[in-house]
């Protein structure tokens, strides 16, 4: 059994920057896929980034156009996301996923998801 839990969410202004983490309980961590997700106000779930098991590939959701950078630590069973330049269509609740497999993880079936953690950026 895995539990994440995210934080380092909060209410800023565009241009600000935020850090999430997520710190995972459990076993096996370095094996998990690991990825964040989002979902804002009236909208679906959607794909933010994805780091693969010994961070060997990261990928991106084409609206992070470089303002981001997804990051891991196996030693503190921890995955990170960066978010630079934020806007307000930032704002969101953002998920940290745990996988096995990363093609389905990156489709959103997740064998594990944290509780997430509030983002609000202010215009």
């Known amino acids: 059994q895995v539990q994440l839990v995210e934080s380092g969410g909060g209410l800023v202004q565009a241009g600000d920057s935020l850090k999430l983490s997520c710190v995972a309980s459990?076993?096996?961590?370095?094996?998990?896929?690991m990825a964040w997700f989002r979902q804002a106000p009236g909208k679906e779930r959607e794909f933010v980034a994805m780091?693969?098991?010994?961070?060997?590939?990261?990928e991106y959701a084409d609206f992070v156009q470089g303002r981001f950078s997804i990051s891991r630590d196996d030693g503190k069973q921890a995955v990170s996301l960066q978010m630079n330049s934020l806007t307000p269509e930032d704002t969101a609740v953002y998920y940290c996923?745990?996988?096995?497999?990363?093609?389905?993880?990156?489709?959103?079936?997740?064998?594990?998801w944290g509780q997430g953690t509030q983002v609000t950026v202010s215009s």
């Open positions: 996923a745990a996988g096995a497999v990363a093609v389905r993880l990156r489709a959103g079936i997740a064998n594990y």
């Open positions: 459990g076993r096996d961590f370095t094996y998990w896929e």
């Open positions: 780091i693969t098991m010994l961070a060997r590939s990261s």
